[in-house]
Every structure is written in C-alpha cells, then in structure tokens.
C-alpha cells in the first residue's frame, strides 16, 4: 500500500506479506479437517518458540491481557498471596487483575527505569509464601528488560514451590526466554508484537507443575470463558488432529499465526534473539549519538524488542511525533503515567528487526534524526 506508514510502535507491528495473505484466508470451518490441522500443528511449533520439549501451548481468541485472567482465574484461588515484580505500567495492572479475583497481590516495585533485584526479590520470598512470582519480562510502558533467568533461580531456590509466571506480552519471539531450561512454568504474550500476527490472539504456555496446580484446586476455575477447564481438552483435542468444540476461534488469524509460526521457526531461536539484539543495538546507537537519554537507568536494563526515549530538553511530544508521521513514520507516545509527556517509544520487533532488506530501521532512525533537527532549529 502506497500510503502505508511504516509503524515502529510496541505494538502491533509491521506484519509480513505472508501473514496478511495468510489472514485474508477464505471462511473455513472450525471443526474441520484442513482448520485443525493448521491449528494442531500452530500448537506445536509454538513449543518451539517457547523453547519448550513439553509445555502447553494455549491460543484463546483475546488481547494479551486475557492471559492475565486466564493466570488469576485459573492457577490463583481466593485469599492466595503472589508477589508481583513491579517495573512499570503493566505491574499495576496485573496485581489489578489478580486482585479482581480476590488474591492479595504484594508488588516489589522498583524506580522508573529500574528492576527489583534478586536480593530484593530473596528478601521478600523469605517473608511470606507466595502462590507465584509474576514477571513482565518487557514492560512496554518502560522499556525494561526483567532477567528471567536469574530471578527464575532465585525462586527455585528460595521458595522452590512458587510458581514462576512471565507476562512476555512484548518478549515472546523476540527476547531469549528458555521456558523449559529457566523452569518457567507459564508465559504469556499475545499475537501483535514479536510473534507478527494482527491482534486478537492471547497465547500462552504451561508447565506440568502449572496445569498439576490448576488441577488441584480446591474451587473451581474464577471464569467461565477463560476456564482451563474448557480450553486444555481443545487444545489437547486440536494437537491429536481431533475436533471438539468449546467457542469458536478466529479461524483466520489461527491462519496468520500459522503462516508466522512457520517462518520464525524456519531458523533457531537463537539467531531470531540475536537479530532483535542487534537491532536493539542499531537503535539504541543512534539514539546515544543524538545525545537523548533513555528510560531504563543501565544498558542491561533495556529491552531488545522496543526503545524508550527521553525528549531533548525543551521539546514535548507535538514537536516530534506529527513531524514523524508527516515522514511517514509512527512512533509511539509514553504510556507511564508519571513521565506520560516526557518520552516516546519505539518498537523493533519482527520483520522489522529480523529482515533487513525492508530498512525499517534505517528509516526510522533518518526520520528520527531530521525531526529532532528541524525541531531544536525552531526553538
């Protein structure tokens, strides 16, 4: 599309010519063969992307929040205590969430910018039995990067039967995450950021122990759509190339996420991390030579998938990012209610990071560096 803006927010991203075809599928029934068989076999390349020999994957017609309630409704029960790492926007609205279903959620909350430490996270589990440690891997309204692996140790080794739950809604197919290996025991993200597949999907996987958890409760599951109850015998259904019936999926971007699926584990997981870490670098490299700060306070801090960015000393956000777009380029606003007006985000996620030859980035960054030129000349 000639007047297509090229889209470099945190989500949803730029998708594939492939995926958009995918997704303009013609009507196909849901319980037939040709569906389940894209479906089952979409189920199974997502353990690749998780990096998972066994956990089960779960694809739900919803936004990414909806692997919140799915978490709350399904693994939590009335009166239980989980402890939420706190490095932005979405910490908030997680223990909300948990909250909802009447489960006291205590945040370990660190300053804009930062993470709680290991130390800090060791402190608190030493104080009181938590059900589970919840981890926004990225938190998209900061730009912070949360070390799964590391705090993953710290559980296990502390409070070995918390279970260890990552809100990777802005990191799943684009930031490591060894699910099997870092002893996650669910993850949830969403279809329109790093996995590249238009919104309305929420996907996520479960460990053993988390789907032995859910089975062992004591009540029954806190929502009725979002029951796993409903769900794991679809999916397990699915997966066996069986159809079984609950609520009708999107049939269509099951389609698109197939088509996605199939290109992102065309190579290792791996090399698709080590692309979005160079690309983060790319960025983050332009961003350091035109003198701006960033949100997280340390480079380890920093997200592979996105950027986030202070603006120059006397600009606010209608000095940059209509001129962005009048360049044909879309970044996002800040989303921290704190430091809302202060700083703008950046996505690179994708075929934006993991394929050169469209030089999304080259773009992005020239569009970057003439608007804050003409911009400072003004003032």
């Given at each position: 599309m000639s007047d297509h803006s090229l889209l470099m927010i945190p989500g949803p991203i730029e998708f594939s010519d492939e995926v958009l075809q995918a997704n303009a599928h013609p009507s196909m029934s849901h319980v037939g063969a040709p569906f389940i068989n894209v479906f089952g076999e979409?189920?199974?390349?997502?353990?690749?992307?998780?990096?998972?020999?066994?956990?089960?994957?779960?694809?739900?017609?919803?936004?990414?929040?909806?692997?919140?309630?799915?978490?709350?409704?399904?693994?939590?029960?009335?009166?239980?205590?989980?402890?939420?790492?706190?490095?932005?926007?979405?910490?908030?609205?997680?223990?909300?969430?948990?909250?909802?279903?009447g489960v006291t959620a205590t945040q370990l909350k660190a300053a804009i910018g930062e993470r709680p430490t290991s130390d800090q996270v060791e402190a608190a589990l030493k104080e009181r039995k938590y059900k589970l440690v919840s981890i926004t891997h990225v938190d998209t309204s900061t730009g912070v990067l949360s070390d799964v692996k590391l705090i993953s140790e710290v559980v296990r080794r502390v409070s070995p039967d918390t279970l260890i739950v990552v809100d990777g809604v802005c990191s799943v197919g684009g930031e490591e995450l060894l699910f099997d290996e870092w002893g996650v025991d669910i993850a949830i993200t969403a279809s329109q950021k790093a996995i590249g597949v238009p919104p309305g999907l929420s996907i996520s996987a479960f460990s053993k122990r988390a789907i032995s958890t859910f089975n062992s409760r004591t009540t029954p599951p806190s929502s009725y759509f979002a029951s796993l109850k409903k769900w794991l015998p679809i999916m397990q259904a699915y997966e066996s190339r069986k159809p079984m019936y609950f609520a009708t999926p999107p049939v269509q971007l099951i389609y698109a996420l197939h088509a996605s699926l199939k290109k992102i584990t065309e190579r290792p997981m791996s090399e698709r991390f080590q692309l979005h870490k160079d690309a983060s670098n790319k960025v983050k490299s332009a961003v350091r030579e035109l003198g701006l700060k960033q949100v997280p306070t340390q480079d380890q801090f920093a997200a592979n998938t996105m950027t986030a960015?202070?603006?120059?000393?006397?600009?606010?956000?209608?000095?940059?990012?209509?001129?962005?777009?009048?360049?044909?380029i879309i970044f996002a606003g800040g989303l921290h209610r704190e430091i809302a007006t202060k700083y703008f985000r950046i996505g690179h996620m994708g075929i934006t990071a993991t394929d050169s030859g469209r030089n999304d980035l080259d773009k992005a960054i020239q569009g970057l560096k003439e608007v804050l030129s003409e911009a400072t000349q003004k003032h």
């Open positions: 979409s189920l199974e390349l997502l353990r690749k992307v998780f990096v998972s020999e066994d956990a089960q994957p779960l694809v739900i017609a919803g936004s990414g929040t909806l692997g919140w309630d799915i978490v709350a409704a399904n693994i939590t029960e009335r009166g239980d205590n989980v402890l939420v790492l706190h490095t932005g926007y979405f910490g908030d609205s997680f223990a909300e969430c948990f909250e909802t279903y960015v202070y603006l120059p000393e006397g600009l606010t956000l209608p000095d940059v990012l209509p001129k962005l777009s009048q360049k044909g």
